[in-house]
């Protein structure tokens, strides 16, 4: 089982989407997004890390719906770092 450490940008972008999701929808929506958030990151930690490739070296995504992947990197054998929530309809220029 892997360990997830949590970069602080992605953190802050965690807590601005459930933000925006209380402002703009309901608590039902805010529990999905929650659920798909926690349903991925169940799969990094089992080892389940073969999804695809971003532009930055070592850098994968995992779509959790879809406007919003989590952005994540193998920093060892039993670590693994999210880098970003990312919101899909930006620039990836962005990332770097």
Avoid: C
């Avoid at 799969?43 to 406007?67: E, P, S, T």
């Amino acid at each position: 089982m892997r360990h997830i450490i949590w970069s602080p940008k992605a953190k802050q972008d965690y807590t601005a989407i459930i933000d925006y999701l209380l402002s703009v929808w309901t608590i039902k929506e805010v529990q999905y997004f929650i659920t798909k958030v926690t349903t991925a990151l169940s799969a990094l930690k089992k080892g389940n890390l073969d999804f695809k490739r971003v532009g930055i070296k070592d850098y994968r995504m995992v779509v959790i719906q879809k406007h919003t992947s989590i952005i994540y990197r193998t920093v060892s054998n039993d670590q693994v770092q999210i880098v970003r929530i990312w919101d899909n309809r930006q620039n990836p220029i962005k990332l770097k």
